[in-house]
């Protein structure tokens, strides 16, 4: 029946095209109607003067879920790394009482430290409705995205980073000329052709997002690359996802309005993500096989991450498993 279907299509198409008309399936149509929504609204977006009255110069929305051991690295590291931080809004999830209660305790130490605006997944409230919801109230023009097994593995002024024009570049943090593996497909990966640009200096690399192969051409990643939010917000729109992994996924479906665009990275990684375990079951992601639960039976012993161990790591791959060790917490 499928195959009796598709041939009906290409005899439909055939006799349509002398009209130029196409005749699709619903699934690809609707694909096709949210990529003229996006593509129009953008348009309006780039048409329009550059917006440069926000408060802050960037704000942050880290991802967690059922991992405050590593959240409280990620926050740690951040506040230890990044001069002129931004705020950062952390959408977390809980499955049991004891990861809650972790998270707490996390929080309450960072409470003077960092400007946190914390909100917490709940059943009643989707994952997609909380995303728009901390997008649309931004006071920054620019954001990026973190998950909570990233790491600051060298320091970084976000002055520097938020400076460059999101209408035409995705910047990156996590990029840098020593990332020739790409973790997640398990395979080599070229350095793209590095070019000059108004943008660059010693410490940076220039290239076009669609000369690179795998991380070196995966422009909408939700580690470390540095968006428009009134973008970011109009692809969230515009896509179906439950979660940070097929929030990811899905927004790719838009990548072909940012692969022409220039990718501006330091010539050494900024964070690290650091993939020792899995907490979702929405794909079948690589990753290390040491358990949430485990690293919660360590924050309750009162150990944290010794995450400055991976200061100044000389990473191969934008992900990369490492060697986690414990220390009393301080």
């Not at 041939?7 to 009209?19: A, H, M, Q, S, T």
């Not at 914390?118 to 649309?136: C, N, S």
């Not at 570049?169 to 398990?186: E, F, I, N, W």
């Not at 990275?265 to 079948?284: A, E, F, T």
Request: charged content about 25%; overall charge neutral; hydrophobic content about 40%.
């Amino acid at each position: 029946m499928n195959s009796l279907r598709a041939n009906i299509l290409k005899v439909f198409n055939i006799l349509l095209r002398p009209l130029r008309l196409l005749l699709v399936k619903k699934k690809e149509l609707d694909v096709l109607t949210r990529e003229r929504n996006v593509l129009i609204t953008l348009m309006h977006i780039f048409s329009g003067p550059c917006d440069r009255s926000s408060r802050v110069p960037v704000e942050c929305v880290v991802f967690s879920m059922d991992r405050a051991l590593q959240l409280h690295a990620l926050l740690a590291s951040y506040e230890e790394n990044v001069r002129h931080s931004a705020p950062m809004h952390v959408l977390y999830r809980t499955t049991t009482e004891a990861h809650r209660k972790a998270y707490e305790e996390v929080f309450a130490l960072f409470q003077n430290r960092l400007v946190l605006t914390l909100y917490r997944q709940t059943p009643d409230r989707p994952f997609k409705d909380q995303v728009l919801g901390i997008l649309a109230t931004l006071s920054s023009d620019k954001v990026f995205f973190l998950t909570d097994d990233d790491l600051f593995i060298r320091s970084v002024d976000l002055l520097d980073f938020t400076s460059f024009e999101t209408r035409t570049t995705v910047a990156s943090l996590r990029m840098g000329d020593h990332l020739k593996r790409c973790y997640p497909v398990q395979k080599s990966q070229r350095l793209p052709e590095f070019i000059p640009c108004d943008c660059s200096a010693a410490d940076k690399l220039c290239w076009i997002w669609a000369s690179g192969e795998h991380d070196w051409n995966y422009p909408l990643s939700v580690n470390g690359h540095l968006f428009s939010a009134k973008e970011m917000l109009v692809l969230a729109e515009n896509t179906e996802f439950h979660s940070p992994n097929t929030f990811e996924a899905n927004i790719q479906m838009f990548s072909k309005f940012y692969t022409h665009r220039l990718g501006v990275c330091y010539k050494s990684s900024k964070i690290l993500n650091v993939p020792i375990n899995k907490v979702q079951s929405d794909n079948d992601n690589v990753h290390g096989s040491v358990h949430q639960d485990f690293l919660l039976d360590q924050w309750n012993r009162g150990l944290q991450m010794d995450y400055r161990a991976l200061y100044g790591l000389v990473n191969e791959s934008a992900h990369q498993e490492v060697p986690v060790t414990f220390i009393e917490r301080r």
